[in-house]
């Protein structure tokens, strides 16, 4: 009925506010479209190795998150950088759920990444295949280690 008014980046009929990508060690979040103004941020490259876990179950990071800086309007937006007393994270989340990643990271400035998606199957696949490989190559095996 009415046109559907976006503040997200489209791509067909799907909208997403980032991308995620995998550039050698380095898991690529790019904020796209109005998603840059209410997160106040372009870009977050975070290292592969400080990466603990990535889910999307539709459990997101519990507790009182206070905005510094970012976007939020209860029920519709929650975009920005948040902290908690004692961890911060990053959020980039509509109303629909059905699309969230998150992902848990240590060592970084950030202790969460909640992000909506485009493609969630394709881009949990490429990112833990991009861990898994990661891992593999920096884990040393004890078939290496000679007696």
């Not at 999307?56 to 519709?76: C, Q, S, Y």
Request: hydrophobic share 40%.
């Amino acid at each position: 009925m009415f046109p559907r008014i976006g503040f997200h980046s489209k791509m067909g009929d799907n909208y997403y506010m980032v991308q995620i990508s995998v550039n050698g060690d380095t898991l690529t979040v790019e904020v796209l479209g109005w998603s840059k103004l209410w997160c106040l941020k372009s870009r977050l490259d975070v290292p592969l190795g400080c990466i603990r876990q990535v889910t999307a179950d539709g459990v997101l990071p519990k507790g009182f998150w206070l905005r510094a800086p970012g976007t939020a309007f209860p029920g519709f937006i929650k975009a920005g950088s948040y902290w908690n007393g004692s961890q911060w994270s990053f959020w980039d989340v509509r109303r629909r759920r059905d699309n969230v990643v998150v992902i848990a990271v240590s060592g970084w400035k950030y202790d969460f990444l909640v992000v909506e998606v485009n493609n969630l199957p394709v881009t949990l696949l490429m990112v833990r295949t991009a861990l898994e490989r990661f891992q593999s190559r920096n884990t040393p095996s004890g078939s290496r280690n000679s007696a």
